[in-house]
């Protein structure tokens, strides 16, 4: 195995788990959703129960969804 080339199970993770950032933090691409819905840093629909990554993007939702939220 080279210097530049990963193990075949940490390139798969790295390939298949992407981490993203968000408010400081590293965390896998599946935990968003919950990161949106439980941070303060973030807007959440409390009859939905959805947290969203903007203020825009919430805007947005509630606009096209004003008569079920």
């Known amino acids: 195995m080279g210097l530049l080339t ?3 199970a ?3 993770i790295a390939n298949s788990h992407p981490k993203v950032r968000c408010c400081g933090a590293l965390m896998n691409e599946s935990e968003l959703e919950t990161h949106y819905l439980s941070s ?3 807007p959440a629909c409390d009859k ?3 947290g969203f990554p903007t203020e ?3 805007t947005e939702v ?3 969804l ?3 939220c």
């Open 62 to 64: 509630r606009r096209v």
């Open 66 to 68: 004003a008569a079920v």
């Open 40 to 42: 303060r840093n973030h």
């Open 56 to 58: 825009q993007e919430y």
């Open 10 to 12: 940490e390139q798969h």
């Open 48 to 50: 939905c129960n959805v």
């Open 6 to 8: 990963k193990p075949p």
